[in-house]
């Protein structure tokens, strides 16, 4: 088990204040797609689950012992768009997957069309790199409480040069999806949602896998 101490600390803290009316309708569009994203989660989640799990057991395969913890796998798949769920959580005893939002770089999108065009290792292409991660410490970067990753692979070697790391992003979540029908991009990081990066980083690290691949 994960020690929650590391997430101490990492809540956001606001004045309370009355509503306005534009802001009690951004949040009214905010719950809507929040409905809507969780709704088409748990629909990938039953029509995807058995190659998400696949992948994740073939990931754990490849690793071996290089990873310490084998009960939690991600399983990033960029055959979506942005728009898309399409960073999954697994729990390999039960098989459940969990799946969230996450953005790719912007070198892998140079157009912003919302899907992931090609992958690169290139430093400075600021792209999302393909292969199977380590998870590594949490650290608190310019982005926030963030998650080193480690590339195991030929594809992914540069990661930890590249600083690709798992964070969270204002660009990422349901507002955005309504708004402009996809996600905005990274520098090549795992970007997820502000409200998503505690489970991410309490199920997911250190010492674990996240594979980033096409299903």
Known sequence: MVSAAPF???????????????????????????????ALASKVRAGEADAVVAAARAGLSRAGARTTRADIVGVADFTKPSRSPRFHLVEMA????????????????????GWLQSFSNLPGSEATSAGD???????????????????LDATNCNAEA????????????????????????????????????????????????????RL
């Not at 969990?98 to 069309?113: F, M, N, W, Y």
């Open 8 to 38: 101490e600390g990492f809540a956001l803290h606001t004045h309370r204040s009355e509503p306005s009316a534009r802001s009690r309708r951004r949040f009214l569009q905010a719950s809507v797609a929040s409905l809507g994203v969780a």
């Open 94 to 113: 039960t098989g459940k997957v969990d799946t969230l939002l996450v953005a790719h770089g912007r070198g892998s999108d140079p157009e912003h069309t």
């Open 133 to 151: 991660y380590l998870t590594g410490d949490y650290y608190i970067g310019g982005h926030g409480p963030s998650m080193r990753l480690h590339g």
């Open 162 to 213: 590249r600083e690709i790391v798992v964070h969270a992003a204002w660009y990422v979540g349901p507002d955005m999806v309504l708004e402009h029908g996809r996600l905005g991009r990274s520098e090549g990081c795992f970007a997820v949602s502000p409200a998503d990066l505690p489970k991410v980083l309490y199920r997911l690290g250190p010492g674990r896998l996240l594979v980033a691949t």
